[in-house]
Each structure stands twice: as C-alpha cells, then as structure tokens.
C-alpha cells in the first residue's frame, strides 16, 4: 500500500521565519512531487513541484527531493501570516493516480 | 494557469434524492479527471478516475452504482451521488490533467459541499 507520511502539526512559526514542511513516502518507483496549499474549507492549490533529486525554487519557495531516502519537504521563507494554512504533501505513483499525505497545519503568527 | 471549475458549490438536498455535480476545465482540455472527497479533518480520498469517452475506473470501497460518473467530453466530467444519505455528507473535489501538458499536474476545482439531510 502506497503512503505518504506528514507531521500533522501545528507547525508554528513567527512571521518572518523559515516554515520548514517534510513528507515521506513508500512507492520507491514514484517519480513525482507536489506540495498543496489548503485553507480551510477550500480545496488545494499547487504551489510546487519536484520531479528529481535537489531542491527547486520558487520566489519564496523551495521544494527539496531525496529519493535515496524518499524524502520531499517544503521551505517557506520570510512566512507571512497569509500562508496559515494545511499542506498537503502529494505523490505520483503509477499513471496520474497522486496518493495524498494527511497535511501539516502551519500558523504563522504576526 | 490551468483553471477548474465546479458546479454547484454548495448544496443540501434530503435523504434518498440524487444530486449532480460538474466539474469543468475552462481553458485546457482535460483527458482525465478525478474525483476526491474531504471529510472534515481528513486528507483527501480518491474516489475515481475518470476518462474522456471510457468507463470511469473506481478506488476499492467506492460503489460505482451509488456514485456515478460520466466524462462526456474533454472538458466536462459529472459526478452524480445517488440515492444520497447523511453519511455521504462531504466535500468532493474534482481535478483535471492537462492533456497538452508533459508533466503530471492536477489542477483543482474548488470543490462542492454537500450535505444531505
């Protein structure tokens, strides 16, 4: 059975600080990673994704991927209290079926 | 960017009644659709992979019979719940792949409450 592992938190971090987001998974064969971005009640927003070994910027983003040690994370940089809110770390296995961890709450307080 | 959309947004309908829900892919053409539900406080759950002219290929644990699907065209894909009853209160979601696009990329619609009472 495919997995994808996350702290549920709540992650806490002040505003300004680096949010750091970590996901496992199972499938070694799984080839590709996205992070979403959920607030509450509505549904989940791309904000990044990895498809090989090494981190991938984006503004103020950045998506590290470790397949030795199937391991994905997600840093947020300069948090703002507007990215409060669930990441839903996701995997691609198989032909487009994305298996979903549970999501990590993050709360950026002003 | 790839935008998805879902209709209706919200709805509550009553103990044994159907209710349709439609996803769309606006500006993209869409050979595969899926189709998740949220509970609350839970991650999201794939309830079925839909593809354009085919029959829809079902997650183990979910009835084809009571939640029907048909993708009809490249843009449009339906989810009906039949004969709803309070448990399938839920938010359901549908997502869309770029059929142009080389990478693996859902797109989200916004999703659909629906409660049954």
């Known amino acids: 059975q495919k997995e994808v592992e996350q702290n549920s938190g709540p992650l806490s971090v002040p505003e300004g600080a680096i949010a750091s987001l970590n996901c496992t998974y199972s499938d070694r064969g799984s080839q590709s990673f996205f992070w979403y971005r959920q607030y509450s009640g509505k549904s989940p927003e791309l904000i990044m994704s990895i498809y090989s070994n090494g981190d991938k910027e984006d503004g103020r983003f950045t998506a590290q991927l470790n397949k030795a040690s199937q391991y994905v994370s997600l840093l947020i940089r300069d948090s703002q209290p507007s990215d409060s809110a669930t990441y839903l770390c996701a995997v691609l296995s198989g032909y487009s079926t994305l298996t979903f961890g549970k999501g990590t709450m993050l709360l950026v307080s002003p | 960017g790839a935008v998805v959309s879902q209709h209706p947004s919200r709805v509550i309908c009553k103990s044994g009644t159907s209710v349709k829900i439609e996803c769309r892919s606006l500006d993209f053409q869409a050979t595969t659709m899926f189709w998740y539900r949220q509970f609350p406080k839970q991650s999201l759950m794939l309830m079925a992979t839909?593809?354009?002219?085919?029959?829809?290929?079902?997650e183990q644990g979910v009835e084809k019979d009571k939640f029907l699907i048909n993708h009809a065209s490249l843009t449009l894909s339906t989810l009906t719940v039949t004969s709803a009853h309070p448990e399938d209160s839920s938010f359901y979601i549908c997502?869309?792949?770029?059929?142009?696009?080389?990478?693996?990329?859902?797109?989200f619609g916004p999703g659909t409450r629906l409660l049954v009472l």
């Open positions: 997502s869309a792949r770029d059929a142009s696009g080389r990478e693996e990329t859902q797109y």
């Open positions: 839909s593809n354009e002219g085919s029959k829809a290929t079902y």
